[in-house]
């Protein structure tokens, strides 16, 4: 927690008390919004702040004990959980079912990292593990999502890439392969269905303090050498709410001049 940046002088932003006093009421009355990974980091605190701002979220993820915390923590009412893998595409089916034909917004959150491996030792089962679930599953997400917004003409979707999208040292291969592959999915639907009234953007988070780091990928190996290099490399960590306030500012109609774009939400990382 020494770790986790202070952002304007104020407490620290861990607090969730401190969150709910810095919400925009209203901002998402009236909108379906569906996060994925939202079981735990950066996608339960996106749930969390829809939810709050008056949307109703679908909350999607494979851990269902975090799904059911989730939804208890919340007093909106507005949250509903599907527990799925993004990888399945009865699971997508599910999923967008849930949200009940009118879809105004999707996150793509979910994602694991790899063990930081340099390619030649880099096995196939971790390159295409990494890839399923970072770059197949959001594809099938946005692919399931658009008729609903197409129907509409109306839609914001944001997906979160990594600082391992603008440069070469923050990950391993996979990761770093992945996360670039994420904003080419970016690029290509903001120019495809911007004519259609749907935006499409993505975050690159620096450091969050969160659960990924210790598990998700085989044999993710937070604390190993090359981690902890890592770790002295990078600007303070920030909270999952930070990320939350990046994405939901994308996702909802104070976005709306925005499209296509790549946001670092790093705390300067990326600069340097
Ligand atoms: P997290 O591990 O806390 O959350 C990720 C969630 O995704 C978990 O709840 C997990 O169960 C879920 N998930 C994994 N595989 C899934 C699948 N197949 N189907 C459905 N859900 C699945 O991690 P986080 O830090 O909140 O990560 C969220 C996103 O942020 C990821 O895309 C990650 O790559 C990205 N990111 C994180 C950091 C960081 O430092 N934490 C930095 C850059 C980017």
Same mark, same amino acid.
């Given at each position: 927690?020494?770790?986790?940046?202070?952002? +304007?002088?104020?407490?620290?932003? /861990?607090?969730?008390?401190?969150?709910?006093? *810095?919400?925009?009421?209203?901002?998402?009355?009236? *909108?379906?919004?569906? @996060?994925?990974?939202?079981?735990?980091?950066?996608?339960?605190?996106?749930?969390?702040?829809?939810?709050?701002?008056?949307?109703?979220? %679908?909350?999607?993820?494979?851990?269902?004990? +975090?799904?059911?915390?989730?939804?208890?923590?919340?007093?909106? +009412?507005?949250?509903?959980?599907?527990?799925?893998?993004?990888?399945?595409?009865?699971?997508?089916?599910?999923?967008?079912?849930?949200?009940?034909? =009118?879809?105004?917004?999707?996150?793509? %959150?979910?994602?694991?990292?790899?063990?930081? !491996?340099?390619?030649?030792?880099? !096995?196939?089962?971790?390159? *295409?593990? @990494?890839?399923?679930?970072?770059?197949?599953?959001?594809?099938?997400?946005?692919?399931?999502?658009?008729?609903?917004?197409?129907?509409?003409? /109306? +839609?914001?979707?944001?997906?979160?890439? !990594?600082?391992?999208?603008?440069?070469?040292?923050?990950?391993?291969?996979?990761?770093?392969?992945?996360?670039?592959?994420?904003?080419?999915?970016?690029?290509?639907?903001?120019?495809?269905?911007?004519?259609?009234?749907? =935006?499409?953007?993505?975050? /690159?988070?620096?450091?969050?303090?969160?659960?990924?780091?210790?598990?998700?990928?085989?044999?993710?190996?937070?604390?190993?050498?090359?981690?902890?290099?890592?770790?002295?490399?990078?600007?303070?960590?920030?909270?999952?709410?930070?990320?939350?306030?990046?994405?939901?500012?994308?996702?909802?109609?104070?976005?709306?001049? %925005?499209?296509?774009?790549?946001?670092?939400?790093?705390?300067?990382?990326?600069?340097?």
């Amino acid at each position: 927690d020494a770790l986790v940046r202070r952002v +304007g002088g104020g407490p620290a932003d /861990a607090d969730e008390s401190v969150w709910r006093e *810095r919400i925009t009421p209203g901002r998402f009355d009236g *909108r379906t919004v569906v @996060v994925t990974g939202a079981a735990s980091g950066i996608g339960r605190a996106t749930a969390h702040r829809i939810a709050a701002e008056g949307g109703s979220v %679908v909350a999607a993820d494979i851990t269902e004990p +975090g799904l059911e915390t989730l939804a208890s923590e919340s007093d909106t +009412g507005r949250i509903t959980t599907v527990t799925g893998d993004i990888t399945r595409d009865d699971d997508i089916d599910r999923i967008v079912t849930a949200a009940g034909g =009118r879809i105004d917004g999707l996150a793509n %959150v979910a994602g694991i990292v790899d063990d930081f !491996s340099p390619a030649h030792e880099t !096995s196939d089962e971790m390159w *295409r593990r @990494v890839f399923a679930i970072n770059v197949d599953g959001v594809f099938r997400l946005t692919r399931a999502v658009l008729p609903a917004m197409l129907e509409r003409r /109306a +839609g914001s979707i944001v997906n979160v890439a !990594s600082e391992a999208a603008l440069r070469g040292n923050a990950a391993g291969v996979a990761y770093t392969a992945a996360k670039h592959a994420v904003v080419g999915i970016t690029k290509n639907t903001a120019f495809m269905y911007g004519p259609h009234g749907i =935006r499409v953007n993505a975050v /690159a988070p620096g450091g969050v303090a969160t659960g990924i780091a210790h598990g998700g990928a085989p044999d993710s190996a937070w604390g190993n050498e090359r981690t902890r290099d890592f770790l002295r490399m990078i600007p303070p960590i920030a909270t999952a709410q930070h990320l939350a306030a990046s994405i939901t500012f994308l996702l909802s109609d104070d976005g709306v001049n %925005v499209s296509g774009a790549i946001l670092p939400s790093d705390g300067g990382w990326s600069v340097q």
